[in-house]
Nanobody, 122 residues
């Protein structure tokens, strides 16, 4: 059974940084592309943030390009999202995902982490 367990997140100051982690089990991690999504409004669609190929090539949504970095460590079955220059518009529940690339397009499978809230301190 595939399981994705997230860690990290929490409260952050504007301009601050956070790192999210997602550790996989029950799957051959190195054979999957991995990604991060976020949901800013309850019940809304998850928004694609970043993905990384099996070989480590990253892809970013324009809204986070230059601020967020996705990476993976196949030996640890873990991928990461380093988030810098955070601003209140980044407030969301962040989810990790396992999937694949269909040509140049990331396709999510129905394997999701439990979600991690990122909130800003006033």
């Amino acid at each position: 059974q595939v399981q994705l367990v997230q860690s990290g997140g929490g409260l952050v100051q504007p301009g601050g940084s956070l790192t999210l982690s997602c550790t996989a089990s029950g799957m051959f991690f190195s054979t999957y592309a991995m990604a991060w999504y976020r949901r800013q409004v309850p019940d809304a669609e998850r928004e694609f943030i970043a993905a990384i190929t099996r070989d480590g090539k990253p892809e970013y949504a324009d809204v986070v390009k230059g601020r967020f970095t996705i990476s993976r460590d196949n030996a640890k079955n873990t991928h990461y999202l380093q988030m810098n220059s955070l601003n209140p518009e980044d407030t969301a529940v962040y989810y990790c995902n396992a999937g694949a690339y269909d040509g140049s397009r990331y396709k999510s499978y129905d394997y999701w982490g439990q979600g991690t809230q990122v909130t800003f301190a006033s």
